[in-house]
Protein backbone atom coordinates (compact mmCIF):
# COMPACT_ATOMS: atom_id res chain seq x y z
CA UNK A 1 0.00 0.00 0.00
CA UNK A 2 1.68 3.16 -0.91
CA UNK A 3 1.85 6.14 1.41
CA UNK A 4 -0.66 8.95 0.91
CA UNK A 5 1.59 12.39 0.61
CA UNK A 6 0.75 14.36 3.81
CA UNK A 7 -0.32 17.98 2.52
CA UNK A 8 -2.12 18.99 5.21
CA UNK A 9 0.65 19.78 7.37
CA UNK A 10 3.13 21.22 4.48
CA UNK A 11 0.23 23.90 3.77
CA UNK A 12 -0.27 24.67 7.34
CA UNK A 13 3.53 25.05 7.33
CA UNK A 14 3.09 27.96 4.23
CA UNK A 15 0.21 29.29 5.72
CA UNK A 16 2.12 30.05 8.88
CA UNK A 17 5.08 31.35 7.41
CA UNK A 18 2.88 34.03 5.14
CA UNK A 19 1.14 35.47 8.40
CA UNK A 20 4.54 35.29 10.37
CA UNK A 21 6.28 37.16 7.52
CA UNK A 22 4.09 40.78 6.98
CA UNK A 23 6.00 43.27 5.74
CA UNK A 24 7.31 45.73 8.11
CA UNK A 25 5.16 49.15 9.26
CA UNK A 26 6.42 52.43 8.14
CA UNK A 27 5.69 56.22 9.89
CA UNK A 28 5.17 59.36 8.25
CA UNK A 29 6.97 61.75 10.84
CA UNK A 30 6.25 65.68 10.96
CA UNK A 31 6.87 68.60 12.67
CA UNK A 32 7.97 72.07 12.67
CA UNK A 33 11.35 73.73 14.30
CA UNK A 34 10.98 77.38 15.74
CA UNK A 35 13.00 79.61 17.39
CA UNK A 36 12.52 79.67 21.11
CA UNK A 37 13.96 83.53 21.34
CA UNK A 38 11.08 84.91 18.81
CA UNK A 39 8.96 81.43 17.62
CA UNK A 40 9.95 82.50 13.79
CA UNK A 41 10.44 79.05 11.96
CA UNK A 42 14.23 78.06 11.46
CA UNK A 43 14.03 77.10 7.56
CA UNK A 44 17.48 75.13 6.62
CA UNK A 45 17.26 73.68 10.11
CA UNK A 46 18.12 69.93 10.20
CA UNK A 47 16.25 67.01 11.93
CA UNK A 48 18.61 63.59 11.77
CA UNK A 49 18.47 60.43 13.23
CA UNK A 50 21.08 59.43 15.50
CA UNK A 51 20.80 55.71 14.17
CA UNK A 52 23.51 54.77 11.56
CA UNK A 53 21.99 54.72 7.93
CA UNK A 54 18.37 56.40 8.57
CA UNK A 55 19.31 59.64 7.38
CA UNK A 56 17.52 63.04 7.91
CA UNK A 57 16.28 65.87 6.28
CA UNK A 58 16.32 69.62 5.76
CA UNK A 59 13.56 71.91 7.07
CA UNK A 60 11.40 73.59 4.38
CA UNK A 61 9.32 76.72 4.90
CA UNK A 62 7.70 77.35 7.88
CA UNK A 63 10.09 75.25 9.40
CA UNK A 64 8.33 71.52 8.42
CA UNK A 65 10.32 68.74 8.23
CA UNK A 66 8.80 65.02 6.74
CA UNK A 67 10.59 62.16 7.55
CA UNK A 68 8.89 59.36 5.29
CA UNK A 69 9.18 55.54 5.69
CA UNK A 70 10.20 55.22 9.10
CA UNK A 71 10.13 51.44 10.33
CA UNK A 72 8.23 51.26 13.66
CA UNK A 73 10.43 51.60 16.43
CA UNK A 74 11.89 54.09 19.09
CA UNK A 75 14.53 56.20 17.56
CA UNK A 76 16.57 58.85 18.47
CA UNK A 77 16.65 62.67 16.47
CA UNK A 78 19.08 65.61 16.40
CA UNK A 79 17.49 68.69 15.42
CA UNK A 80 20.30 71.68 14.87
CA UNK A 81 20.67 75.14 13.37
CA UNK A 82 23.37 77.40 12.89
CA UNK A 83 23.62 79.49 15.97
CA UNK A 84 21.53 77.01 18.23
CA UNK A 85 21.77 74.80 20.83
CA UNK A 86 21.57 71.21 19.41
CA UNK A 87 18.51 69.32 21.16
CA UNK A 88 18.14 65.73 21.08
CA UNK A 89 14.82 64.17 21.03
CA UNK A 90 12.77 61.10 21.47
CA UNK A 91 10.71 59.38 18.90
CA UNK A 92 8.92 56.44 18.84
CA UNK A 93 7.26 55.39 15.75
CA UNK A 94 4.42 53.42 16.08
CA UNK A 95 1.64 55.19 14.42
CA UNK A 96 0.79 55.58 10.20
CA UNK A 97 1.52 59.31 11.19
CA UNK A 98 3.79 60.71 14.18
CA UNK A 99 3.09 64.51 14.45
CA UNK A 100 6.53 66.02 16.46
CA UNK A 101 4.61 69.49 17.11
CA UNK A 102 6.88 72.73 17.09
CA UNK A 103 10.46 71.68 18.66
CA UNK A 104 11.78 75.05 20.27
CA UNK A 105 15.90 75.51 19.72
CA UNK A 106 16.91 78.37 22.21
CA UNK A 107 19.98 80.36 20.66
CA UNK A 108 23.02 79.42 21.42
CA UNK A 109 24.86 81.99 24.26
CA UNK A 110 29.16 80.91 23.93
CA UNK A 111 30.86 83.02 22.17
CA UNK A 112 33.76 82.13 19.71
CA UNK A 113 36.65 83.44 20.01
Known amino acids: MKSKPRIFPLLM ?3 SVSVSAQPPKYALVLGNVYSAQDSTDLQGATVVFTEVGLGGVSCRDKGLFLLPKVPYGTYLL ?8 TKHISLKADHDTVNMG ?3 LHPDTKILK
Not at 78 to 85: A, C, I, M, P, Y
Open 78 to 85: KVSFLGFE
Open 102 to 104: VIY
Open 13 to 15: FFI
